[in-house]
Each structure stands twice: as C-alpha cells, then as structure tokens.
C-alpha cells in the first residue's frame, strides 16, 4: 500500500501543473493578447498603401487568427487537456488504490476473525484484565462457561470476584510487576458462581492494546492433576506405612553352637524365637520334634506319634 501511494504521488510530482484556478486571469490574457495584435495590426495598416477594406478585413482577421490561436493553446487548450488526462490518471489510480485498500480491509478483517475463534475456542480460560480497575475487560467462551456466568456477567465482574483469597493489595502488586514486564506464573483457587471453589494455574502478562497497558491471563483448571498429586502422595504414605511394618532378617545371623542363641545388633544374645519376634512380622509358635519328644518324654513318645501317624 505504501510503494502505490509513492508511485501516485510521484507521479502527481511529474504532471505539468493544471490549468490555473483563476479563469478571470486566462480572460485577461486573450484581452491583452487581442488588444495588442490589434492596435499593431491597424498601425501598420496606416502604413500601408491604400487597399480596399475586404483585403484589410482579410488581413485583420488572419493575423489576429494566428497570433490568438497560440496564445489560446498554450493558456487554455493544453492546460486543459493536460488537467483532464491528469485527472485520468489519478482517478484510475485512486480505483486501484481503493480495491488494494478494501482487499487489504478484508484480508485484515479474516485474520481478526481467525484470531477470535482461536481466542474463544481455546482450551484453557483466557482473561483481559484492566489493571487500573481490577475490572474483566474481555473473555474466551471456556472462561465464562467454566464458572458458569454468561459472559455479559463475567465482564460486569472484577478480578476480585474470581479470587477471594486475593486481596486487592497483593493483587495490585503483582498487577505492577507485569506492568513492567515480567511473565508471573502461580497457583491459586478461582470461585464459581454457585460459590464452590476449584484450583487453578494462572500464567499472565502484560499486552497493549490501543495503547492503553491490559494483562491478559491465560488460567488452567488443575483439578484433575491436584487430584493425581493427592493420590500419588497418599500411595506413598502406604508405601512407607507398609515398609515401616515389613521387618527382614538379611546377612548372616551369629548363632550359638550349643544353646542356639542369636546375637543381636547390640551384643547381647537372645532366644532364637525372641530374636525372630523383635526383627520380622512372623509370630512365634512353640511344639516339639519327634527326636525331642523321643528324647525328653521317652514314656509318651510312642502314644503321642502313633497317634499323629493315624
């Protein structure tokens, strides 16, 4: 558009000039012209031998002809069709001009439309927030939708109504750090219109627009990750709960040859069922072996093992 607009005025620059705006000047100019030719032409007539009055009437009328048409072409007839193949030109050049600038218009208009649906089909929440008024200036569709406002009563709302937990205070603060150009990024909890709260990750920065410094507000619902984060934490606690309960026995366990004693990590020596109870989960249960029982109760031994035998 701007290479058209030289190209126009260069060539306005190049045109000779129109014919003069003054009509009474270009009157004055044929006056003067007639007036002079005619005064010189009835000297030298004086001058002359006597003739009849058709031959001077001849002679008068062709010299005035010759010496008035130039003077006529050069003040008004070429002025005049320079002027209108002038205007022409610039009237064929001010139609291209035109479709440029409505093509230009319509081209301008598509990308605004494109942007628009982008804006409001995208899928987190977007917000243009006025910092001086704390005041909703624009929002996408997922934004009103999300909190269940239409959107001519999200734009009658204030950041403020979004975030309670917010004061205004800490709110301006970091309304000023945007303002002079840092990206922030942090959670916090947004509120519904039926009053129940929701968390959210809000990034948000600094966009001019018109001139005039807005914040736009790009705010994600992190429910369904707040939630993993719940049960992911709460599955570690199980984890340790469980590993706190599981005890072990590793390595080699210094046992005695004769009383079958353990010793433990700090020296002393324990009864193997005791040793086992303090360091795993099994519990201990006493009975007796067929040599022990053969060995210790001789007299009930063969009772006792026919017994378990049937």
């Not at 002679?59 to 003077?71: E, G, K, R, S, Y």
């Not at 509120?191 to 018109?210: H, I």
């Amino acid at each position: 558009m701007k290479i058209n607009q030289c190209n126009a005025s260069t060539s306005k620059t190049n045109d000779p000039p129109p014919i003069s705006d003054n009509p009474l000047r270009i009157l004055c100019y044929v006056a003067v012209t007639i007036f002079i030719v005619e005064f010189v032409l009835m000297v030298l007539l004086d001058y002359m031998p006597s003739i009849p009055h058709y031959q001077e009437a001849f002679i008068d009328a062709f010299v005035l002809t010759m010496l008035v048409f130039p003077t006529l072409y050069i003040f008004v007839v070429k002025p005049l069709t320079q002027n209108i193949s002038m205007r022409e030109r610039l009237e064929k050049e001010n139609i291209r001009l035109v479709a440029d600038l409505k093509k230009a218009i319509a081209q301008l208009q598509l990308s605004e439309k494109k942007l628009k649906g982008y804006f409001d089909h995208a899928t987190d929440s977007i917000f243009i927030i006025d910092p001086d008024t704390d005041r909703i200036l624009d929002c996408n569709i997922v934004a009103y939708e999300k909190l269940g406002y239409s959107k001519e009563e999200m734009l009658q709302l204030t950041v403020g109504d979004l975030n309670k937990k917010v004061q205004l205070n800490e709110r301006k603060k970091l309304f000023e750090r945007q303002i002079s150009g840092e990206n922030i990024c942090f959670e916090t909890c947004h509120t519904r219109k039926d009053g129940s709260d929701f968390p959210v990750e809000v990034t948000s920065a600094m966009l001019v627009d018109e001139g005039k410094k807005v914040l736009q507000s790009i705010v994600r619902d992190i429910s369904e990750r707040r939630e993993r984060e719940e049960e992911r934490e709460q599955l570690i606690a199980e984890l340790k709960n469980a590993l706190d309960e599981i005890k072990t026995l590793r390595g080699i366990l210094p046992i005695c040859s004769f009383c079958k004693k353990i010793r433990n990590d700090k020296g002393y020596w324990e009864q193997v069922e005791v040793y086992i109870s303090k360091n795993s989960s099994a519990d201990i249960s006493h009975s007796i072996c067929p040599e022990c029982l053969k060995k210790e109760y001789p007299e009930f031994s063969q009772d006792v093992l026919s017994k378990i035998s049937t």
